[in-house]
């Protein structure tokens, strides 16, 4: 077995990024690279005809599972946007069983995820996977830890990612883990990326720019919290707005947005206090109370809690990325 051979699993309706955008990674860490300790990519399948991805274009396997019975160093399954709601691939989880955990690493890019729970490979196992598929993946297996709001998470030899791009960043990770921080730098430098994402998928929350119906209980909240961001909320105060009753209306925020009351409210804040730390100078402790925090303090354990980040190191990458463009 070659030093690092990285098996990467595709099939019907994949993610075209989750295959290209760490390939890319491994390829220009290639570059930086002695011939002898160098990643060899292998791209399998259930078969070798034309894989259709989710943009419409065709992918081919260098192997099939059956000529690809052997140890890897490295095996990761790319996600598809139907993925998560398809039927287990009898083939695919077989053969994960049988080869993936006997490599160094395995794990999977955004919802390859659920393809490794289908395998039995995730129990007991922290996870994460594109945002808007955590809450199913932690549905259908209530055994694994599902970390709803990291870029990419290793729990042992597991490795997973966020979704699409965020198979970049764990790519990097890994190229990190390997031949050290500079070289990993060096790849993200020639794919024009950052080199280590700050904060969570937090920061690509869709909350304070969400569509929603306002003459439903739900989307008179969400139009009352949007426009009073600052101001204290109670769930009795937003049930009156909603016109249900408390019980009601965390059991309707749960269903239609996978979210507590109390969850979507500090998502809001947060996304506001994000967009002040980028485009103001507003000292911290005017954000936190435009924002609706309680103080500064408040505010950057929400930060700390959601994102991994404190409030000014997000400042600070935000502008540091900037002036590097």
């Given at each position: 077995?070659?030093?690092?051979?990285?098996?990467?699993?595709?099939?019907?309706g994949?993610?075209?990024l989750?295959v290209?955008g760490p390939?890319?990674?491994?390829?220009?860490?290639?570059?930086?690279?002695?011939?002898?300790?160098r990643y060899?990519?292998?791209?399998?399948a259930?078969h070798?005809?034309?894989?259709?991805a989710?943009?419409?274009m065709?992918?081919?396997?260098?192997?099939?599972?059956?000529?690809?019975?052997r140890?890897?160093?490295?095996?990761?399954?790319?996600?598809?946007?139907?993925?998560?709601?398809?039927?287990?691939?009898?083939?695919?989880?077989?053969?994960l069983?049988?080869?993936?955990?006997?490599?160094v690493?395995?794990?999977?890019?955004?919802?390859?995820?659920?393809?490794?729970?289908r395998?039995?490979?995730?129990?007991?196992?922290?996870?994460t996977?594109h945002?808007q598929?955590?809450?199913?993946?932690?549905?259908?297996?209530?055994e694994?830890?599902v970390?709803?709001?990291?870029?990419?998470?290793r729990?042992?030899?597991?490795?997973?990612?966020?979704?699409?791009?965020a198979?970049?960043?764990?790519a990097?990770?890994?190229?990190?883990?390997d031949?050290?921080?500079?070289?990993?730098?060096?790849?993200?430098?020639?794919?024009l990326?950052?080199?280590?994402?700050?904060?969570g998928?937090?920061q690509?929350?869709?909350l304070l720019?969400?569509?929603?119906n306002?003459?439903?209980?739900?989307?008179k909240?969400?139009?009352?919290?949007?426009?009073?961001?600052?101001?204290?909320?109670?769930?009795?105060?937003?049930?009156?707005?909603?016109?249900?009753?408390?019980?009601?209306l965390?059991?309707?925020?749960?269903?239609?947005?996978?979210l507590?009351?109390?969850?979507?409210?500090?998502?809001?804040?947060i996304?506001?206090?994000r967009?002040?730390?980028?485009a103001?100078?507003h000292a911290?402790?005017?954000?936190?109370?435009?924002c609706?925090?309680a103080?500064?303090?408040?505010?950057?354990?929400?930060?700390?809690?959601?994102?991994g980040?404190?409030?000014?190191?997000?400042?600070?990458?935000?502008?540091?990325e900037?002036?590097t463009?």
């Amino acid at each position: 077995m070659a030093k690092k051979n990285v098996a990467l699993i595709i099939h019907e309706g994949v993610q075209a990024l989750d295959v290209a955008g760490p390939l890319d990674v491994f390829a220009e860490a290639n570059d930086l690279l002695p011939v002898n300790d160098r990643y060899a990519c292998i791209v399998i399948a259930s078969h070798r005809k034309p894989i259709r991805a989710s943009n419409g274009m065709t992918l081919g396997a260098h192997l099939t599972f059956a000529e690809a019975a052997r140890r890897f160093h490295t095996v990761l399954v790319a996600g598809g946007p139907t993925l998560p709601n398809a039927h287990k691939n009898e083939r695919l989880s077989q053969w994960l069983h049988d080869w993936a955990l006997l490599s160094v690493r395995y794990g999977s890019i955004c919802t390859g995820a659920f393809a490794l729970g289908r395998a039995g490979m995730l129990d007991g196992k922290c996870v994460t996977t594109h945002w808007q598929s955590a809450a199913q993946l932690a549905a259908e297996f209530p055994e694994a830890r599902v970390e709803h709001d990291r870029i990419y998470l290793r729990d042992g030899a597991l490795v997973t990612s966020a979704g699409v791009t965020a198979g970049i960043d764990l790519a990097l990770e890994l190229v990190s883990e390997d031949h050290g921080a500079s070289i990993a730098l060096a790849c993200a430098k020639r794919l024009l990326v950052v080199a280590q994402r700050q904060g969570g998928q937090s920061q690509f929350s869709p909350l304070l720019h969400a569509r929603f119906n306002p003459a439903t209980p739900i989307g008179k909240v969400q139009a009352y919290v949007l426009e009073h961001v600052s101001e204290p909320f109670s769930v009795e105060k937003l049930a009156n707005i909603a016109g249900t009753s408390p019980r009601t209306l965390a059991r309707l925020f749960v269903k239609e947005l996978a979210l507590t009351p109390h969850n979507y409210i500090e998502g809001v804040r947060i996304d506001q206090a994000r967009n002040l730390l980028e485009a103001t100078d507003h000292a911290l402790k005017a954000v936190a109370f435009a924002c609706g925090f309680a103080g500064p303090e408040q505010m950057r354990a929400a930060f700390h809690r959601r994102m991994g980040i404190s409030p000014q190191r997000y400042r600070e990458s935000f502008r540091q990325e900037n002036a590097t463009r």
